[in-house]
DNA sequence: GGATACTATAAATATTTTTTATAGTCGCCG
DNA sequence: CGGCGACTATAAAAAATATTTATAGTATCC
């Protein structure tokens, strides 16, 4: 049996089209006709009904059931390609959000210049959930994901490094400067600047404004922390972000919440289940847990 | 690409020798040079060394990296077929475990008959754990396992419908007999009459001998719950089983645990997670969640 | 009734896989 | 040391498979 098969069957599935089906391969259009008998011959089933009367192609109870194994075995295939050829120019795709990046990454890069394993890193920006599809893909080895529940998938294996709670920002001239701390309800009348790349923030952030039974009035939305922290500093907005954005500015001014049950910001170490580690790798995944866990 | 390439390699890396591989599949040897070869190129990577000088076949990372994925998919393949297969036949492989076949099964029978799909559903008996690599490798389509924790697994999935507790049975004739409820540890000298198929009942009775200090005096194990009971009942040993056992019997006493945290035998309805439901497949699955969960 | 949009079939070609036959490499042992 | 045994590789021929070309079939739409 082919894998090409299996690739046209699966496109067949999308497209309900053989002529279609062939036009995005390349290939002519009874190439389909006959791959698809070749599996039907294989699994002893019936794949497609071909309605001719309606014109169109009905998906028989097998033919739904193969597909997911198709759709499987394509990715699994795909996911083979990419770490292999990770493997081949000895290197790691390391997947790592913005905020990540940002205030954890040096600290991880420096042991891993030490260690001399920096060149083997390649770094892939992207916000949490693109990156969770990037790791099953096989796009990433390895990514640091912050999430506000724990990480369990079936196909990841995520290890908790921190807990952040997420605190409010405020320009040094706002009113609420001079506190420490604020239940988020006295934020309702508030305009907000929030950071939009990251889907973490946003759910956190949503949890709270609809605990607290305010729609938000958010003014600015961006994708990097200092254009936010900027926005804040000139009083355009109040922000919400975790802790460890602070970076010692004098015009800006970090409010702890006093709330219950409060959103965390859960960063994890995640890879792939069916990945395996070479000796490299198993000493960058020692690195990160080592500086990232204290 | 082709799927035999897989398979050969995947038999390689179990093998690690050229020829005998071939003769497992009635090929002749340079056949397996040339789909190593062709897998070589494909993933543009070495896979094996030829190490002459020990005379032995070393897999490289990429190999072993290879490999995991090579099993996912044939195993994928192989489920497909059986499930595919199952679907032909119209019916759905129902996996249990002894114990909840016999007691359990009955009222769940009686409901399919009435729906007249009983003829649709074909048993398959078998410990739990074997049970479960059943469901994996696409034996089975549905089981009814029993554990002591709640199911959780990559490729399953798991809907709890009892939880029980153990109990222990004694003899009308033993000293116990009068009593209605126990602490474990008062069983330290006692002789026991075990069930040994399944490993859920194992696994509890060997926490709780854990947990209370001390060797149990094993006399004797059955792998059917009629002979434990007629044992129990000619005061050869007592035993440990869940309450669903009791059935009315006279010559032997049913006493209840008094420990806290006793472990508990959890009953669930579990599918893979890859497995799609026909119409048929449904309704069962709705006859098990009604019939079980009361 | 002809044009259009699909899918199927059959024969010819092209491609891929397997076999046959043979060579190469290394260790072992008399 | 030389021949034998246990492996794997290579090359050419043969066999098996997949794809194309050309064409037929079936139903809809105008």
Do not use: C
């Given at each position: 049996?082919?894998?090409?098969?299996?690739?046209?069957?699966?496109?067949?599935?999308?497209?309900?089209?053989?002529?279609?089906?062939?036009?995005?391969?390349?290939?002519?259009?009874?190439?389909?006709?006959?791959?698809?008998?070749?599996?039907?011959?294989?699994?002893?089933a019936t794949l497609f009904l071909r309605d001719r009367v309606h014109n169109e192609l009905i998906v028989t109870p097998s033919g739904e059931q193969l597909a997911v194994h198709a759709q499987t075995i394509l990715n699994e295939l795909q996911v083979a390609h990419r770490e292999l050829s990770h493997l081949a120019?000895?290197?790691?795709?390391?997947?790592?959000?913005?905020i990540i990046e940002t205030y954890y990454f040096p600290k991880v890069a420096a042991q891993l210049q030490q260690q001399g394993i920096l060149e083997n890193?390649?770094?892939?920006?992207?916000?949490?959930?693109?990156?969770?599809?990037?790791?099953?893909?096989?796009?990433a080895d390895v990514a640091l994901l912050g999430s506000t529940e724990?990480?369990?998938?079936?196909?990841?294996?995520?290890?908790?490094?921190?807990?952040?709670?997420?605190n409010i920002f405020v320009s040094a001239q706002h009113p609420l400067a001079a506190r420490k701390r604020i239940y988020f309800s006295e934020l309702k009348r508030e305009k907000f600047v929030l950071f939009n790349s990251s889907f973490v923030h946003n759910t956190a952030f949503n949890k709270l404004t609809r605990r607290n039974h305010f729609r938000p009035d958010v003014v600015f939305q961006a994708a990097d922390t200092h254009v936010i922290m900027n926005l804040v500093a000139e009083n355009v907005g109040v922000t919400f972000l975790t802790g460890i954005v602070?970076?010692?500015?004098?015009?800006?001014?970090?409010?702890?919440?006093?709330?219950?049950?409060?959103?965390?910001?859960?960063?994890?170490?995640?890879?792939?289940?069916?990945?395996?580690?070479?000796?490299?790798?198993?000493?960058?995944?020692?690195?990160?847990q080592g500086t990232l866990e204290e």
């Open positions: 049996m082919n894998i090409n098969d299996l690739d046209y069957f699966n496109q067949l599935i999308k497209r309900k089209n053989f002529s279609k089906v062939a036009a995005d391969f390349n290939v002519t259009q009874p190439t389909i006709t006959m791959a698809i008998k070749r599996l039907e011959r294989e699994f002893n120019d000895q290197h790691m795709v390391l997947g790592l959000p913005p890193i390649q770094t892939l920006a992207g916000g949490s959930v693109w990156l969770r599809n990037a790791l099953r893909d096989g796009q724990p990480l369990a998938y079936r196909t990841l294996v995520a290890e908790e490094f921190d807990r952040q709670p997420f602070d970076q010692h500015r004098n015009d800006v001014v970090r409010l702890e919440l006093l709330d219950d049950e409060q959103p965390t910001f859960i960063s994890s170490i995640v890879t792939r289940t069916s990945h395996v580690l070479t000796p490299m790798q198993q000493r960058v995944i020692q690195v990160l």
